[in-house]
């Protein structure tokens, strides 16, 4: 089996995100792994949305690098999932590590699920982590 290079997180500042966040670091420090955090917005990025999410990004990655992970930070614009793959695809990502609210039923088909279609149209492969309440900050 291949040994992953780079993992890619993708947040949108929750808490699911955060979950995400804390388990790819962890994965990154124990294999010595680059690690890719973007977010995406959808729309056009203004300047001043981009710099509202890089200072996000910063302040979310901030607690976790006293582990001295090599992190690169991005902003993209587009449709969540596709950007989120085609960024995984563009950089030669060996995983990606993304949260989910785990939805089920109505709320599930009315809504779509970003985590589901990264799985689907991704070509590495992709770890979807459920936020345990008691394990993330709020």
Not at 21 to 43: K, M, P, W
Not at 55 to 73: A, G, M
Request: charged share 25%; net charge neutral.
């Amino acid at each position: 089996m291949k040994k992953t290079q780079k993992i890619l997180v993708p947040t949108d500042f929750s808490r699911h995100g955060e979950a995400a966040l804390a388990r790819a670091c962890e994965l990154a420090d124990r294999e010595q792994q680059e690690l890719h955090v973007i977010h995406v917005v959808q729309g056009a990025i203004t300047d001043d949305k981009r710099r509202v999410a890089y200072d996000q990004l910063s302040r979310t990655i901030e607690p976790h690098l006293e582990l001295k992970l090599d992190v690169h930070r991005e902003v993209v614009a587009g449709v969540p999932y596709k950007a989120i793959v085609d960024y995984a695809r563009q950089h030669d990502m060996g995983l990606i590590v993304i949260g989910t609210a785990g939805r089920t039923g109505l709320a599930h088909l009315v809504l779509g699920s970003t985590s589901e279609r990264v799985l689907r149209f991704s070509t590495c492969p992709v770890l979807v982590v459920k936020a345990d309440e008691s394990s993330v900050s709020q």
